[in-house]
């Protein structure tokens, strides 16, 4: 992606790294692995803590660990999530669980976890070990209250703290970490951190913008399929919230196993849902680029900002 030009070189060590750290173990989790490196998206995160880290000098080896240990904890968190959503497709390949079956998609995903925390200890900083493990107990608590908020519609702050958890935290602390294996000061860790959980709760926005408005085949999966899992995310919340269009929207929702999603998705069009979730994002990622304004100027400040404008304008 272009606005990793940066830390491409970088990422290319990352990807490195990750072929080398999965295919150690055995033949079987070699092949689940390569399954996964295909699936596993546009390498964020990683670029994230490459990016921020490059905010203290020259990118390390020790940079490259904390960003692959980055990568594999994203790579844990996508094999589960599909198996609790009982998800056949993930970017548009067969999901892990639908390719090995679930006893072998539930060990992979443990396995990366490990592998993630055997790198992060190998830097040997107390507090990279420790910002790790409480994102990861913090994402699971916000994926346990999203299955304990199934079928229920939440207010648009439970929206947000929910959110908050399951991905906005985990942005937050690629960027952390980054700032921490560089050895920056706490005070350009606190604004990476802060440009990190803005850029967080844009992208769970616009992924739930997505959801509705999206090609299916852009996104590799079927557009409102939230709403099928029981999931209620900003658009609905809002237009649920509107005199006008809450009662004939609840008509569509009666059913929660056979949604009439085309009748939804226009619906989320015409009231202004879908344009308010927009002005949200952008409002997120106006702040993110506000909290680097005290960070030095140059190429990494722009790549950080560009990546922020980005998060509003993709399509998948």
Same mark, same amino acid.
């Given at each position: 992606?272009?606005? =990793?030009?940066?830390? #491409?070189?970088? $990422? ?11 295919? %150690? #173990? ?16 546009? %390498? ?37 999530? &599909?198996?609790? &959503? ?12 639908? %390719? ?16 993630? =925390? ?88 616009? #992924? ?6 999206? &090609? ?9 399929? #939230? ?19 809450? &009662? ?55 790549? $950080? ?12």
């Amino acid at each position: 992606m272009a606005v =990793f030009s940066l830390v #491409d070189s970088g $990422l290319r060590d990352v990807d490195v790294m990750l072929s080398d750290v999965l295919r %150690r #173990d055995n033949l079987l989790m070699a092949e689940v692995s390569d399954h996964l490196l295909k699936a596993s998206g546009k %390498r964020l995160r990683p670029a994230l803590v490459l990016l921020s880290g490059t905010f203290g000098g020259f990118p390390s080896e020790r940079l490259t660990r904390v960003a692959t240990a980055v990568e594999l904890i994203h790579m844990a968190t996508l094999v589960h999530d &599909d198996i609790i &959503d009982d998800a056949s497709m993930r970017r548009g390949v067969a999901s892990a669980r639908q %390719r090995f079956g679930d006893p072998v998609a539930v060990l992979a995903g443990d396995f990366l976890f490990a592998k993630a =925390f055997q790198l992060f200890a190998s830097v040997n900083d107390p507090r990279v070990v420790h910002e790790a493990a409480q994102v990861v107990g913090i994402m699971c608590s916000g994926e346990i209250q999203q299955q304990l908020d199934h079928g229920r519609v939440a207010s648009e702050a439970e929206y947000y703290s929910r959110i908050e958890a399951k991905t906005a935290r985990f942005i937050e602390s690629s960027c952390r970490l980054g700032a921490m294996a560089a050895g920056l000061a706490l005070d350009e860790e606190e604004l990476l951190a802060r440009f990190g959980h803005e850029i967080g709760m844009a992208f769970q926005v616009v #992924d739930d913008i997505l959801d509705w408005s999206a &090609d299916p085949e852009s996104l590799g999966k079927s557009v409102g399929e #939230d709403i099928g899992q029981g999931v209620y995310t900003l658009p609905l919340i809002h237009a649920l919230e509107q005199a006008d269009w809450s &009662d004939e929207l609840r008509v569509y929702l009666a059913d929660p196993k056979n949604p009439p999603v085309a009748q939804i998705r226009e619906l989320l069009s015409q009231s202004g849902a879908i344009h308010y979730a927009e002005t949200v994002a952008s409002s997120y990622v106006e702040s993110a680029k506000a909290s680097l304004e005290a960070l030095p100027a140059g190429p990494t400040r722009s790549s $950080l900002e560009a990546l922020a404008e980005f998060i509003v304008v993709r399509d998948h």
